[in-house]
Structure formats: C-alpha cells, structure tokens
C-alpha cells in the first residue's frame, strides 16, 4: 500500500529533519493513501484496516481508521466494515463513526426523522451540516436556535428562523 515514491520523500524527509516521530510518517501514508484515490477494493479497504489495527501507536491506528470513515468515496458496506473494525479501537472512536454515518445519511436522504436525530447528536459539525441544507424543517431549525450545539449555531438557526 505504500507507494515507493512518497516512502522516498518520507525517508528523505527524516533524515534530513532528524525526526523519529516515526508514528508521524505511518499516519502520512495512510493519508496520502487516502487522499490518492477515488475508490478502493474491499481487498484494500480490509488491509488498510489491518495495518490500523496492528499499529504499535493504537491512537494513530485509530485516528487513521476515523479518516477512512471520512472518505465519501467509500461503499455502503465498506462503510459500515470500518465502523464495526473501528469498534476494535475501544470506545473513543465511536462519536466519531456516529457522526461520518449522520453526515453519510444527510447526503442522500435529508428527511424530518434524520434531521431529528441530527439535532438530537447535539455533534456541531452535524448541526453545522443541517444549517447548509435546503430543505431543512422550520422544526428542526427552531431547535438549532434553541438547542444548537454552539452560539454559532444557534445564531445562524435564529436568523434563519426570522427570515422564513
């Protein structure tokens, strides 16, 4: 999975920085990995899970999973994978799995029950994400004004309220 042109500059890069944060050159390649592509076999997407999950550095391993779930690209199912190997990294990452799935959901179906349940996360980046939406319920809007998860959020739902 690591590309011997990017692994050159990593090795370049750390001897001419003299840095043995060498957590930090895995988690680059992760990302590079992901950031490199627009798709991915299940054969990859399970490796790349592996190799998270056998990281000496549990965090990093776990930070690098939360990126994958990030990725639109990835398929229903191998959303749902990485979400349940996630769970292999202890408790931490699932607000986070809650979150990319909510955000998931909203790009294809932004109904009244799953803007009530966005709202119900109390998670801002989600909030932030109903405020961006069209066709967001005068309901759920009032409860952003009322009940968002920061005063950024509950200002911005408020001026909307007022405008409709």
């Given amino acids: 999975m690591l590309e011997e042109q990017y692994f050159s500059s990593q090795v370049k890069d750390q001897e001419s920085s003299g840095h043995e944060g060498y957590e930090h050159y895995r988690y680059g390649a992760f990302i590079h990995w992901l950031r ?8 990859e997407i399970a490796q790349f899970l592996e190799l998270t999950l056998n990281d000496t550095d549990v965090v990093m391993g776990g930070s ?14 191998q959303f749902e994978k990485v979400c349940t190997e996630s769970r292999k990294f202890g408790k931490w990452p699932l607000k986070q799995a809650i979150r990319y799935r909510l955000l998931r959901e909203l790009r294809s179906n932004a109904e009244f029950e799953l803007q009530a349940r966005c709202l119900d996360s109390g998670d801002s980046i989600v909030h932030e994400a109903l405020l961006e939406l069209q066709n967001i319920d005068e309901s759920i809007l009032k409860g952003l004004s009322e009940n968002g998860a920061n005063k950024r959020i509950k200002n911005i739902a408020k001026n909307q309220v007022q405008k409709t």
Avoid: G, N, Y
């Avoid at 490199?36 to 054969?43: G, V």
């Avoid at 690098?64 to 199912?77: F, R």
């Fill in 36 to 43: 490199t592509r627009d798709s991915a076999t299940d054969q």
């Fill in 64 to 77: 690098a999973a939360i990126e994958l779930l990030k990725c639109q690209w990835i398929t229903d199912a």
